[in-house]
């Protein structure tokens, strides 16, 4: 045994002092002065030991099954007590036991048991029972917040009643062209790319209506826009644009329109990418929404300069190409707006940092892409070749712009039988429910007419509300015949997402369809109201008669495959459960029938961990 005198001072100095005054002791005597020495100096230590430990808020003691008549007898497991201190809030030590949880006889988990209580780790229950949780540290507390769904937040007070011209559903709070599997927003169409089963890229026509529906409703609830003008043409001072040689040239013009009485600003330098061109600087991160009105009378471009916070430059071509996007080095990103617009004056929208990340999402992960879009800035705007602009402007957004880019692409890519056909096979169900390319989906015509409504009600233009009132034939053609319309127990027609054979019955799909046909009926007149009043009424009768069969006492299911082809129910995700409550929620305002309102507020119970009742 070692025996430290460090610290023990008083009993050293009384040592010294007892050895002084002894004149001349004994062997004997000596030997019992270190005993009795040796004794103090181990109980000063051992006091000054359980001091110190005294001193810890937490400890944990073990407890030895021999010393503990509780154990139970517990099978290669030592229990232990432990004591958590808070000397703060003055709180009695918490005790509990490790326990070993066996669950359902498979598999062992490790828990503590306080008490008659059994706690479990939560990412055990997490996973077991699909539910949500985290900390939440806010006053200076933390607090475990619980969550049955991770969808479960729904307005809690009074909403506007649907309408064909109002905000479609909760689409405001959509951004497709962010979302990951859009490839680009094409410089040439004005819409999306899609990459969802093809990673080549596809005109989407449910992910190009949703585009459309989602700015229309966020021009409906955003503040009013933010806009900086560049350049309106109605200036004869061109000073803020830098030539970049002698030869380059720019001014102000009447626009050559005769219907015009506007001003232009015509712009001459050399079309080579190796000309830095005629720049105006900008320092912008929050309006990063460029628009202009461009007319190329030559080969010409435009370039957008971007500066990271780290001073790194990097440039965004836009050009007269076919080629739907590309990068070129670590540093220019080209994105073609199609050869056929030269000499042709058209109008350029484009959102700058979406497609800055896009482009960045080529040579860099989608985490690093968000990352640089977050850090970046607008620096300066550049004009190459020979051509006319004007209202060039930089605003926090421009929602009806995107808006009728996406309802002039359904007008133009429309087919003779109304349709717009998805163009890439469709694995539903591999070898069971298949699509090969060229199906239509209800749910794309649906959301196609509602995007052409709401652009009728606003431009007044018939071209709109025509192409929504000729989207109504596909509905007339049968699944098996190509078209969109099963039938479950050859009584009930269904309006199919995805038109498979053996039928889906995909209920999202299908009300979404439905919500297109009550928009069209209740804004079109003559032969296409009635046309789309008898299919909206012909739908409701089967989605009363079939909506319960998408309960499923805990939530809804997704589609009908069980029932259809004979497999495991496919149950839908929270986020699609809360979509066919939004749905059915709508359509009750229009149907008074009570099937629905009681539907939705059980459904909206189920993500809240309410069960339907058993037997």
Not at 76 to 86: E, I, K
Not at 201 to 212: D, L, N, S
Not at 580 to 597: A, C, K, M, W, Y
């Amino acid at each position: 045994m070692i025996i430290t005198m460090q610290g023990c001072t008083p009993v050293v100095d009384l040592m010294k002092n007892f050895i002084s005054k002894m004149p001349r002791a004994s062997l004997k005597h000596l030997l019992v002065f270190l005993g009795i020495t040796t004794l103090l100096v181990t109980v000063y230590n051992i006091g000054k030991c359980d001091i110190a430990r005294n001193d810890n808020n937490f400890y944990r003691e073990e407890k030895l099954p021999h010393l503990d008549g509780n154990s139970g007898g517990t099978k290669g497991f030592q229990p232990r007590v432990a004591h958590s201190y808070d000397i703060a809030k003055e709180k009695q030590p918490i005790e509990y036991e490790e326990i070993d949880c066996i669950i359902n006889e498979d598999y062992t988990v490790k828990g503590r048991k306080e008490g008659s209580e059994v706690y479990m780790p939560f990412s055990f229950i997490q996973k077991y029972f699909e539910v949500y949780g985290d900390i939440d540290k806010s006053d200076g507390y933390e607090r475990f917040s619980f969550h049955h769904s991770y969808q479960d937040d729904f307005p809690t007070g009074p909403q506007p009643r649907y309408s064909p011209s109002g905000v479609f559903m909760s689409f405001d709070l959509y951004s497709v062209e962010d979302r990951n599997r859009v490839k680009c927003v094409s410089g040439i169409e004005g819409v999306p790319i899609s990459t969802q089963w093809d990673h080549k890229g596809h005109y989407y026509p449910i992910q190009i209506a949703q585009f459309g529906l989602s700015h229309y409703s966020k021009h409906l609830i955003q503040p009013k826009n933010k806009v900086k003008i560049l350049e309106d043409g109605e200036r004869t001072d061109l000073s803020d644009w830098l030539l970049p040689d002698q030869k380059s040239e720019i001014r102000s013009k009447l626009d050559d329109r005769t219907y015009l009485d506007n001003g232009v600003v015509e712009f001459q330098t050399s079309p080579s990418m190796k000309n830095p061109g005629i720049s105006i600087s900008t320092r912008e991160k929050k309006l990063s929404t460029l628009s202009m009105d461009l007319n190329f009378i030559n080969n010409g471009s435009i370039t957008v300069v971007i500066q990271m916070g780290d001073g790194n430059l990097y440039r965004i071509h836009y050009v007269l190409s076919d080629t739907v996007m590309r990068q070129d080095g670590n540093r220019d990103l080209y994105y073609g707006l199609g050869s056929s617009k030269k000499g042709k004056w058209f109008h350029l929208t484009r959102l700058l940092l979406v497609d800055f990340q896009k482009g960045m999402n080529l040579m860099y992960s989608k985490t690093r892409g968000a990352r640089m879009k977050n850090s970046a800035r607008i620096t300066a705007i550049c004009v190459r070749g020979h051509g006319v602009m004007d209202n060039v402007t930089l605003s926090a957004h421009a929602h009806m712009d995107l808006f009728f880019d996406a309802a002039n692409y359904l007008v133009r890519h429309q087919n003779s039988i109304g349709g717009w056909p998805v163009m890439v096979p469709r694995k539903l169900i591999p070898e069971v429910m298949e699509l090969d390319s060229g199906w239509y989906s209800a749910m794309g015509q649906g959301q196609a007419i509602s995007l052409l409504v709401r652009a009728y009600v606003v431009s007044k233009d018939v071209k709109y509300i025509d192409a929504a009132g000729k989207a109504l034939s596909v509905f007339d053609i049968p699944s098996y015949q190509g078209g969109i319309t099963s039938k479950y127990l050859n009584t009930y027609e269904w309006y199919e997402e995805y038109p498979t054979s053996p039928s889906s019955f995909v209920l999202n799909g299908f009300m979404y369809s439905l919500i297109g046909l009550y928009d069209l009926r209740e804004t079109a007149t003559g032969k296409i109201r009635e046309k789309a009043s008898e299919l909206f009424n012909r739908g409701m009768r089967t989605l009363k008669a079939m909506l319960l069969l998408f309960d499923s006492g805990t939530g809804t299911f997704y589609d009908l495959r069980h029932i259809t082809a004979g497999l495991a129910p496919n149950r839908a995700r929270w986020d699609y459960h809360k979509v066919h409550i939004n749905q059915v929620q709508l359509l009750s305002e229009v149907d008074s029938d009570p099937l629905f309102t009681s539907t939705a507020e059980r459904w909206k119970g189920y993500m809240k961990g309410k069960l339907s009742p058993h037997n």
